[in-house]
């Protein structure tokens, strides 16, 4: 048995998404702020039971049309004309569906959510929603609080317009009473509708008992705040304890010998009643005169009875101390060994963490003292089939070295026992949310989700939706097989960036970092920066589509003549039938190959129709020439950045190698004639980029150095787009 999939609606930025599970790891990755939070306080709210909802766990836009209900029952003065059905509340209300995949020989443990007496297995569907419980009584309460302050307000009518008391409107009043009058009710969905969000129809009753009792067993470790959180878990289990601490927990419940003592704890417990007489032996002795002295003040005296001391061994405050757990420096030399608190922080979080999945495992397959039995695997149904983990971003417990290792590790350890390497009738399912590249690296991508914030056209609030990248990396084709072996030799901050910047070679990798900063905006941003080249930058196409992450893709004309034979290499002119051998030109945006057409292109056209994705690429640069404006037209990024800042690159003659040769091209007068020296610069064989960018950030200052105007006129639609998010404005 597996969740297959959940489907979350009303739920805070979660207005409607789908969430498809893996079967093993599946990680929620994402920018900031756009919903994997949610996502994993959603499955915590409804599957625990304890926890409690807030007003702001519903989406905020709904709570207009909430409001309106509550001013629909002031403004109705007829009880019988009241509208308290269900229905009108439907669309509004937090709400997850969980769907379940059933093996045939498992229908034993859903016996009580069976939909059909033909059903044989399969999808199952559960929908939890959070609802009114009785919705008259919320209307008799709400009314006679809101009638009663109106009441009052009228016969103080010398308090200020702007003065206002509790509850206001309907949403004030649920803000304080909302866990009193609403709680989580589970529905029976119909297995054949699972690919739409069906409506329940009006004869549906909520089931009597907890849907998912016996069959998931939920454990979480949240991230560490440094405020407080909105998750009633936090308190908790936000914080990772030390390992002594769970050493402690862990040995009282699993292993301690005075809790169902078995043959095998024999000898402990007679070690221990030795010990334990020998030490009362000395105390006896060591207080004799103490407590005879006592006898003096005629105490016990007649009667009374005498004073006898009698130690208690409790192995578990043998373990509280904090050098409980040490760290061995040498294994020949024990007394080499330094207390947990001295090992490094990373290192003690990560073994902490890893030790928790341990405890959360055999708690799930009840191993140790506190258990009662050995599970038998094959027909026990009391324990769950499925163990659901949710972990929230680990990285806030771990140094970047070691969150690799966690997450090579996690769920090994969560499968680490005799009964689940031999029998797959109970399932571990690891759901983590994340910002941390270093863990998105490590794992197979076809595990990724992407939650991709969207933005309303009409200024309401900001949702997300979810893409599952199953679809992109699941199907392995070239352009997959590319993607996937880029992103492994590079970080995947992609997957958590605000918006992307494909940049062709190591020049602009250096140097569009400067170009960001001139623009507060942009440099608040987390902008991933990928060099990848023209010739390569259209194979991320269907990713960058798929995830419609905002991307800004610089590149170069590469023109070329076909005609010419021996190279095709060619400065950038109009009216020569010239062409570009770019690949991104062609294949991505704008498809187009004549050059002439790809440079008498509008800035606008330049845009994808749909998405919000730009291509930048050399235009004319207009100079001055002996009072006359020349247009010249550059090759590469290069050769555009030189002309653009001809007086910088003039007092760089100290430089060599292509750095020198772009000196000199800059101070030749003639501006074609320096264009074209430019052009043979860095078209020439064995021309070193790498190297003019690093001696170009030796000899000047970059945030001195213009960038050339295609790439300041890309950042500016990047940073429009930036704005209208967070504005809430559609983009595209």
């Known amino acids: 048995m597996n969740i297959e999939f959940i489907d979350i609606q009303n739920f805070r930025k979660l207005k409607k998404c789908r969430i498809d599970f893996s079967r093993k790891e599946t990680l929620l990755v994402g920018a900031n702020n756009s919903g994997k939070t949610s996502a994993m306080d959603a499955l915590i709210l409804f599957l625990k039971s304890k926890n409690k909802f807030d007003t702001r766990d519903f989406t905020l836009s709904n709570w207009k049309t909430i409001n309106s209900i509550g001013e ?13 059905n269900i229905e009108q509340w439907e669309g509004l209300l937090p709400t997850i569906d969980v769907w379940l995949n059933v093996k045939s020989n498992e229908i034993h443990y859903v016996h009580h959510l069976i939909p059909t007496l033909d059903w044989a297995g399969g999808l199952l569907g559960v929908r939890l929603r959070f609802e009114p419980n009785v919705i008259e009584e919320l209307y008799i309460e709400f009314a006679s609080n809101f009638n009663n302050v109106k009441l009052i307000l009228e016969a103080n009518k010398s308090e200020k317009a702007d003065f206002k008391m509790w509850p206001k409107d309907l949403w004030d009043f649920l803000d304080k009473k909302i866990n009193n009058f609403f709680s989580v009710k589970a529905y029976l969905l119909n297995p054949e509708l699972n690919n739409e969000v069906q409506k329940l129809p009006v004869t549906n009753v909520p089931l009597e008992a907890d849907a998912f009792a016996g ?6 470790i949240n991230a560490q705040r440094g405020f407080s959180g909105t998750n009633p878990e936090e308190a908790e289990l936000s914080n990772v304890k030390n390992l002594s601490s769970q050493l402690r927990g862990y040995y009282d419940k699993h292993l301690n010998p005075f809790e169902n003592p078995t043959p095998n704890d024999i000898e402990a417990l007679k070690a221990i009643q030795e010990a334990k007489n020998i030490f009362d032996a000395n105390l006896k002795e060591s207080f004799k005169d103490s407590l005879g002295e006592l006898e003096l003040l005629n105490y016990p005296g007649f009667g009374n009875p005498k004073i006898t001391l009698s130690s208690r061994f409790n192995t578990v405050e043998s373990l509280n101390h904090d050098s409980s757990v040490q760290y061995s420096l040498d294994d020949n030399q024990p007394e080499l060994s330094l207390p947990e608190k001295y090992n490094g922080l990373g290192y003690q979080n990560l073994i902490s963490i890893i030790f928790k999945l341990i405890r959360f495992r055999d708690e799930w397959m009840q191993v140790g003292k506190s258990f009662k039995q050995t599970p038998d695997t094959s027909n026990d149904v009391d324990f769950e089939p499925l163990h659901l983990v949710l972990i929230e971003e680990p990285e806030a417990h771990l140094h970047a070295q070691v969150q690799q290792v966690f997450i090579n590790h996690a769920y090994k350890v969560l499968r680490n026992n005799k009964n689940l390497k031999v029998n797959d009738n109970f399932s571990t399912q690891l759901l983590i949310s994340t910002h941390s590249n270093h863990i998105a690296h490590e794992v197979d991508f076809a595990s990724l989700r992407y939650f991709k914030r969207l933005n309303a ?23 997959t097989r590319f993607a996937i072996r880029y992103l492994k030799t590079t970080h995947c901050d992609l997957f958590f960036a605000d918006a992307v910047i494909m940049v062709e070679g190591p020049v602009e990798r250096m140097l569009v970092p400067y170009f960001i900063k001139k623009s507060s905006n942009l440099n608040s941003c987390y902008i991933s920066i990928l060099e990848i080249g023209g010739s390569h930058a259209h194979r991320l196409k269907s990713l960058i589509e798929n995830l419609g992450i905002i991307t800004l893709v610089i590149t170069d004309l590469d023109s070329i003549n076909k005609k010419d034979v021996s190279n095709g290499k060619v400065q950038p002119e109009k009216a020569k039938q010239y062409r570009t051998g770019n690949d991104t030109l062609k294949k991505w945006l704008p498809l187009k190959e004549d050059l002439d057409t790809i440079l008498n292109l509008k800035e606008s056209e330049k845009v994808h129709a749909s998405l919000p994705i730009r291509v930048a690429y050399q235009k004319a640069v207009k100079v001055s020439d002996r009072n006359q404006d020349v247009e010249i037209y550059p090759y590469t990024f290069e050769d555009s950045l030189v002309m653009e800042n001809r007086g910088i690159f003039k007092n760089i003659s100290e430089s060599t190698g292509l750095m020198k040769k772009m000196h000199l091209a800059a101070t030749e007068p003639n501006i074609k004639e320096s264009a074209k020296k430019m052009y043979e610069a860095i078209t020439a064989d064995g021309a070193k980029k790498a190297e003019f960018a690093l001696e170009l950030l030796f000899f000047e200052e970059p945030n001195n150095i213009e960038e050339p105007d295609y790439i300041k006129q890309g950042l500016i639609w990047l940073e429009k787009q930036l704005l209208n998010i967070d504005k809430g404005l559609s983009t595209k």
Do not use: A, H, Q, R
Not at 72 to 84: F, P, Q, V
């Open 72 to 84: 629909k029952w002031i403004k109705t003065k007829e009880k019988k004309d009241l509208n308290l």
């Open 215 to 220: 069959l998931i067993k939920v454990d979480i």
């Open 457 to 479: 056209d009409n200024g309401d609030v900001n949702t997300s939706t979810v893409i599952n990248l199953s679809e992109t990396f699941g199907t392995v084709n070239e352009s």
